[in-house]
């Protein structure tokens, strides 16, 4: 904690007590949410090829976009780093500096950390983001029916690119969003989930936790430009948000502080095979179910 | 988190949503406590000498010691897991287990993880756990006051054996002991710490932290039988608790359930150097400052 503790400060009045002790202490009241989530050099990011705060970024973004998805409020963040041997100070630096941003923005302080250093061998940098959130009512995956409008925000497809930069280092949890949404659609907004690996994958955990059938029409689904239509199905770490609406609720063309597009890409239908179906504008159907991104292959 | 889900159950009433959407969602009130530590093959354990249940104990047990240290009430646990490549089934399985059965018996139940595989490379098994837990007054390792006596909990020294087994593996985080420190001693009990890089590192700690020196009588500690007194100052991974008691207090010889052994070893003084003195029954005082516990050297 130390080292992450010398480049961390808050002064967001839920921390009673910051890094520096044995733990944190946080005010918190009523539902609490919690997960974990881990960025791995050589899997989620290639170390050498990237400023290391963009990777700070990217380790407490990417474990944000839950939040989101939950619908809920960032309350705080805990990260745990194993740097390789041979890390250079200057990186390490870029990296706290990268977590601690990304946590203050996102109003989630950075309130707890452990670095271990690798003294020898291969070991990647290893980072692994805990984040806390508050919600009284989260949307769950699992609250989709039959008849539900299904909904994305955002463009998808070609986050990873090959020279490792891009959308999937640089994005935005859709947290603004999520509460624009959560506070204009209300009860009718049944279920959600972020995009992280790929829309089809995804959108198969929602359908299976919710009990129901997905159907995604091709021609509707936001396309990043230059990136393949096909690509939109089966790339991953888009973090954008996939919900699930009461057929027939109106929901704006675009949503939160930054205007973001949200468009419908189609329902969720009774439960059936495949779990997954793509309907292509020459009225053909595909099965989505087994598309979907595996990070690092 | 699917393959820790696949292993974890919990009856736990304060869960509301275990793993297996983006987030859990747990019931929380009050004072929130929240800390992160790693457990890494070849820096805390030696995977390949130890059976993974044991590391999975360990790794929640390590990061539970810190709420003991607190003073509070555990709520739940989240991990997140890099496997090297070549991992085995079994062991992983094995792992989960060791990771949920520390968990629950703790009253700490996983709620989230993330584990991901290793395909090439000399990653180590590395492991950290995020803990939760609850206290409207955490005891901070800075109430320490000048006329304070020290005490430890249990014995010190040689938890690190050379064959990679022993105490600080099989450690039981003294989450009792602390429950009855703090219901028997109350204000009194000014500051507490876990001795995880040993007594004389973690004394200095809690000295410091207190704007106080700590001074320890030699002939005092109580050390592990078989191990050389001076290992008990240097060594680390105890995982016992010291703590500071307004001077005079009564303190039990014994506490908690298992009666664990309540030993008086020294009184914090106003701040001086050197940080940590310990003082030998021949008169002499020796500097502790510098002694401590380096993992995995």
Redesign the interface.
């Known amino acids: 904690m130390a080292l992450i503790g010398r480049h961390v400060t808050t002064r967001d009045p839920r921390v009673?007590?910051g890094p520096?002790?044995?733990?944190?202490?946080?005010?918190?009241?009523?539902?609490?949410?919690?997960?974990?989530?881990?960025v791995?050099d050589?899997?989620h990011v290639l170390a050498d090829r990237v400023s290391w705060d963009r990777i700070g970024r990217k380790a407490v973004s990417r474990s944000l976009s839950?939040?989101a998805?939950?619908g809920?409020r960032p309350l705080?963040t805990?990260?745990?780093v194993?740097l390789p041997a041979g890390a250079r100070e200057g990186d390490v630096e870029r990296l706290c500096r990268g977590l601690q941003e990304a946590a203050e923005r996102w109003g989630a302080p950075l309130?707890?950390?452990?670095v271990?250093f690798?003294?020898s061998?291969?070991?990647?940098l290893?980072i692994?983001v805990?984040?806390?959130?508050l919600?009284d009512e989260?949307v769950?995956?699992?609250g989709g029916r039959p008849g539900d409008d299904l909904y994305v925000t955002g463009v998808l497809g070609g986050a990873v690119l090959p020279d490792g930069g891009g959308h999937h280092l640089d994005f935005s949890p859709r947290l603004p969003e999520a509460a624009a949404l959560t506070a204009t659609i209300g009860r009718d907004l049944h279920a959600m989930?972020?995009i992280s690996d790929g829309l089809c994958r995804d959108a198969g955990r929602l359908a299976e936790?919710s009990g129901c059938r997905a159907v995604l029409r091709s021609a509707d689904i936001p396309v990043r430009v230059g990136v393949p239509r096909e690509a939109a199905f089966a790339d991953g770490e888009d973090y954008e948000l996939l919900f699930a609406v009461a057929g027939g609720v109106v929901v704006p063309d675009q949503i939160g502080p930054a205007a973001c597009a949200v468009t419908r890409i189609g329902t969720l239908g009774s439960e059936a095979e495949p779990r997954v179906a793509i309907m292509h504008p020459d009225g053909t159907c595909e099965d989505g179910s087994d598309l979907g991104w595996m990070?690092?292959s």
Chains 1, 2 share one sequence.
């Open positions: 009673r007590l520096g002790d044995d733990l944190a202490v946080l005010d918190a009241s009523g539902g609490l949410l919690a997960g974990v989530d881990q791995i050589g899997v839950d939040i998805a939950m809920g705080a805990l990260a745990a194993v309130v707890g950390g452990d271990a690798q003294r061998g291969d070991a990647p290893t692994s805990t984040v806390l959130g919600s989260p769950r995956r699992s989930i972020d936790a990070h690092g």
